[in-house]
């Protein structure tokens, strides 16, 4: 089983939709959860972080569910330029800043 | 402005050669990273470093080398042993004081094509 899994889609939803995405990890000591936005052909970019108690930035909220180890990304009112891959990334915290990512999900929102 | 920068952008190599892909970094950052991505497969971790003169394998480092010998570079030598070069790979950087905030700054890349 790989340490982080992502369903890789492609999610295709039009604009307005809601879409949401997991994140399963395999490692229970995992510390720290982020979300991470990578345009077609280009750096990936933090996007969000988890928190235990959820958090919310605009359209966009992340949860995460320690007793099922995964994490969740929920954009709502989606627009054309949400298209992209996301990222979800894991520290383990024995190694400051070592990230372990996820496939990537490929979200295109349509008009 | 501060950033990364990688060079090339753009490589092709014949299969055997080594090659060494550039990683410069002007924001004062100790630790930084090198990952490859390969279509759907996300990004892996090839090496990483936490400090001058100091760095650690990641989860895919045979076939690479790196060196650290200055704060702001971090090469990666893709040699003649790593068995699939092709790919994409990304250079990132991270300040290493306080709790780390999950944001790695990343340069925009470096595609290698072995032919």
């Known amino acids: 089983r790989k340490e982080v899994e992502q369903d890789p889609g492609p999610f295709n939803v039009p604009e307005g939709a809601t879409v949401a995405f997991n994140c399963t990890y395999s490692?229970?000591?995992?510390?720290?959860f982020f979300w991470y936005r990578q345009d077609c052909r280009k750096e990936p970019k933090l996007l969000m972080s988890?928190?235990?108690s959820g958090n919310e930035d605009g359209r966009f909220t992340a949860q995460l569910n320690r007793a099922s180890q995964y994490i969740s990304l929920l954009i709502r009112d989606s627009k054309l330029s949400d298209s992209a891959t996301y990222l979800c990334?894991?520290?383990?915290?024995?190694?400051?800043?070592?990230?372990?990512f996820g496939q990537g999900t490929i979200l295109t929102v349509h008009p | 402005d501060g950033g990364i920068t990688q060079s090339p952008k753009y490589l092709f190599r014949k299969e055997g050669q080594n090659v060494t892909l550039s990683c410069e970094q002007n924001?004062?950052?100790?630790?930084m990273y090198w990952y490859r991505q390969d279509p759907g497969q996300g990004l892996r971790l090839i090496y990483y470093?936490?400090?001058?003169?100091?760095?650690q394998k990641g989860d895919i480092a045979e076939g690479y080398s790196v060196s650290r010998e200055k704060k702001e570079s971090f090469p990666l030598t893709v040699t003649s042993a790593q068995k699939n070069p092709t790919a994409f790979y990304l250079c990132?950087?991270?300040?290493?004081?306080?709790?780390?905030?999950?944001?790695?700054?990343f340069g925009e890349g470096s595609r290698l094509t072995v032919l």
């Open positions: 924001l004062n950052h100790d630790a």
């Open positions: 990132a950087s991270s300040p290493r004081t306080g709790a780390f905030t999950g944001e790695l700054f």
């Open positions: 490692n229970s000591a995992s510390q720290s």
């Open positions: 988890v928190y235990s």
């Open positions: 990334a894991i520290a383990g915290g024995t190694s400051y800043g070592k990230l372990t």
């Open positions: 470093s936490q400090i001058v003169n100091d760095f």
